[in-house]
């Protein structure tokens, strides 16, 4: 059994604690918040465990693998601290808020070799993910419209005047860096890097973007990105093949996949697990328990070509967070 600790109290690390335990391949030791209450709370709701309020107490307990689900703001650094320990890391999306705070990561594991380090990109380890990435093996592409853009049930809140974590600048929120990740990874998963990149965002008054689109240039054809917190979409996702076309919900869901071609209409779908987090705990246990630096290495290198996108797009629309450097 792994040593689990969490970072962050909220209803995500609820879910990853719960895909955990049914893997059976964890248990849940330390849980750290800056608020011994919550802490308490949390454990309550899900296994008995040590609370923390010191990050370094926490880091010191018997935890082997850290889960970090704090702010945006807060990854990379808490991260660095986990590697620092010899802890291996789950880090909730997105790693990092700035392609720079890669570098820290890389020279922490330099001196830490022992350590891996996994982005909660949960969608990778859906089924339905691959049998896209086994159909583009055989098939040309000709272009894709990938989107995710659900109202946010903190929206509400920011119109009232207030100031969640999700739509403030100060920890890193907006569409791109909360949904738009999803969309990133799936394009560089299963298309590569682009030539080219730029992002068109509607900006909210706090600084950071609503929703917006993204295009994608790789020579031969485009891919568009739809992502928005402000809005409900019920638009179909689609890779194209020139007359076929492969039909799904969003890469961030995957609740239908289909092939559509002139003849037929085909049902790719494939079972996943009720808790959408269940088949990426397992992946990662898998690989920490079997040292499995391969699948790491794999893993790591998309990380930071998606995040070396990421930041392409956040370059190319403005959007500035407090914690950029400088």
Same mark, same amino acid.
């Given at each position: ?9 909220? +209803? ?20 750290? *918040? ?20 010191? #990050?370094?107490?926490? /880091? ?17 650094? @808490? ?14 999306? &997105?790693? =990092? ?6 570098? =820290?990561?890389?020279?922490? /594991? ?5 350590? #891996? ?9 859906? &089924?339905?993910?691959? =049998? ?16 995710? #853009? ?29 949904? $738009? ?8 998963? +299963?298309?590569?890097?682009? @030539? ?5 965002? %509607? #900006? ?7 929703? $917006? =689109?993204?295009?994608?240039?790789? $020579? ?12 409900? *979409? ?8 020139? &007359? ?6 969003? &890469? $961030? ?10 003849? %037929?209409?085909?049902?790719? +779908? %494939? ?28 893993? +790591? ?9 990421? !930041? ?5 629309? !403005? ?8």
């Amino acid at each position: 059994m792994l040593k689990l600790g969490i970072i962050g109290t909220n +209803w995500i690390s609820r879910q990853f604690v719960e895909a955990a335990a049914a893997s059976g391949q964890y248990q849940l030791t330390a849980v750290y *918040s800056r608020r011994e209450a919550t802490a308490q709370a949390f454990i309550a709701k899900t296994q008995p465990a040590a609370a923390y309020t010191s #990050m370094a107490a926490f /880091l010191a307990s018997d935890c082997e693998v850290v889960y970090i689900a704090s702010p945006n703001s807060l990854h990379a650094q @808490q991260a660095a601290a986990a590697i620092q320990a010899d802890k291996h890391v789950l880090v909730e999306k &997105p790693l =990092v808020t700035h392609p720079q705070q890669l570098q =820290v990561l890389n020279d922490a /594991l330099a001196k830490h070799p022992q350590v #891996m380090v996994f982005e909660a990109a949960r969608h990778l380890y859906d &089924p339905n993910f691959q =049998v896209v990435a086994d159909y583009l093996k055989t098939h040309q592409v000709t272009g894709a419209s990938l989107g995710y #853009m659900k109202y946010s049930s903190r929206y509400d809140a920011y119109l009232a005047g207030k100031q969640p974590n999700i739509f403030s600048p100060q920890f890193a929120g907006g569409a791109l860096m909360d949904l $738009g990740i999803y969309l990133v990874y799936a394009a560089v998963a +299963w298309f590569g890097m682009p @030539q080219k990149a730029v992002y068109l965002p %509607q #900006m909210l008054a706090s600084g950071v973007d609503g929703d $917006g =689109v993204a295009q994608l240039d790789y $020579g031969a054809f485009d891919v568009v990105l739809r992502m928005g917190k402000t809005s409900n *979409s019920t638009a179909q996702s689609e890779v194209y093949f020139g &007359p076929d076309t492969i039909a799904f919900d969003s &890469p $961030g869901e995957f609740t239908a996949l289909r092939l559509q071609t002139p003849k %037929q209409s085909t049902d790719l +779908w %494939q079972y996943h697990a009720a808790n959408p987090m269940a088949e990426e705990a397992a992946y990662f246990a898998q690989a920490l328990r079997h040292n499995n630096r391969a699948a790491f290495s794999q893993q +790591w290198a998309l990380a930071q070509n998606v995040h070396a996108l990421m !930041g392409e797009l956040r370059q190319s629309a !403005g959007i500035h967070f407090d914690d950029d450097p400088e």
